[in-house]
């Protein structure tokens, strides 16, 4: 359980901690994330994806980049009450930056290119595998059966499935697009029996949202 569950929790453990500077806190958080990554290995416990699982893994991961900035592009303005509908109830206030995107802590401007980078790769190439272990490998399993890496990926016991997609989403600011997400990633997982693929539709979903944050200047989504 220890490989599953202690990468996730020092993730939001740093995450939590007071800090004026927010990049060099994210660098700290991603380096302390990875290295227990790399020690406890909680891979090994699976099957290593294989090529056939990356043409869905792509498709899913680009599909779920493409909800996460769908309702936030500028096409919603000319539904002002969806607009509304969606900033009010869809996004939790933090999640809601106000003001120049180039003042964000996160932008180059402010922050220098090599943190920057650093908050794309911690995003693509950290959190998105202890996610992954932590929710899919770990909990969904766990409220299975104790038991947890004896629980088969199949059959699928949906409203465990479905309360883990909610707990997932509801752990990102933008919940609503994030339950979205879950059921999309979990999916994936039971369809292909290998949370390796899942693994690689977050990363790819990440990656992208990241690369669109610094072509766009979308910096309120990080």
């Known amino acids: 359980m220890t490989a599953h569950v202690l990468p996730f929790l020092a993730w939001i453990g740093i995450m939590m901690i007071p800090m004026d500077n927010l990049p060099w806190r994210y660098a700290f958080q991603a380096a302390v994330t990875a290295l227990l990554l790399l020690w406890l290995r909680p891979w090994r416990f699976y099957?290593?994806?294989?090529?056939?699982?990356l043409p869905a893994a792509?498709?899913?991961?680009?599909?779920?980049?493409?909800v996460w900035i769908g309702p936030e592009l500028p096409w919603i303005y000319h539904f002002p009450y969806l607009n509304d509908l969606?900033?009010?109830y869809g996004i939790r206030p933090l999640?809601?930056?106000?003001?120049?995107d180039t003042v964000h802590p996160?932008?180059?401007e402010t922050c220098g290119w090599p943190l920057a980078l650093v908050r794309l790769a911690g995003s693509a190439f950290v959190i998105a595998p202890a996610e992954e272990f932590f929710w899919r490998g770990f909990l969904y399993r766990w409220m299975v059966h104790r038991d947890f890496l004896s629980v088969p990926e199949r059959p699928l016991h949906v409203w465990i499935f479905v309360l883990t997609a909610?707990?997932?989403?509801l752990e990102h600011d933008r919940w609503l697009v994030g339950i979205v997400a879950g059921l999309a990633y979990g999916g994936l997982y039971a369809r292909t029996r290998c949370l390796g693929a899942a693994v690689m539709a977050h990363r790819v979903t990440n990656l992208l949202l990241g690369l669109?944050?610094?072509a766009a200047g979308?910096?309120?989504f990080w």
């Open 58 to 66: 792509t498709v899913i991961g680009a599909a779920v980049f493409l």
């Open 106 to 108: 996160y932008a180059p």
């Open 86 to 88: 969606y900033l009010r």
């Open 166 to 169: 909610v707990l997932f989403g």
């Open 95 to 100: 999640g809601i930056i106000t003001g120049s």
């Open 218 to 220: 979308a910096y309120h």
């Open 47 to 53: 099957t290593a994806p294989a090529i056939r699982h």
């Open 212 to 214: 669109h944050v610094l």
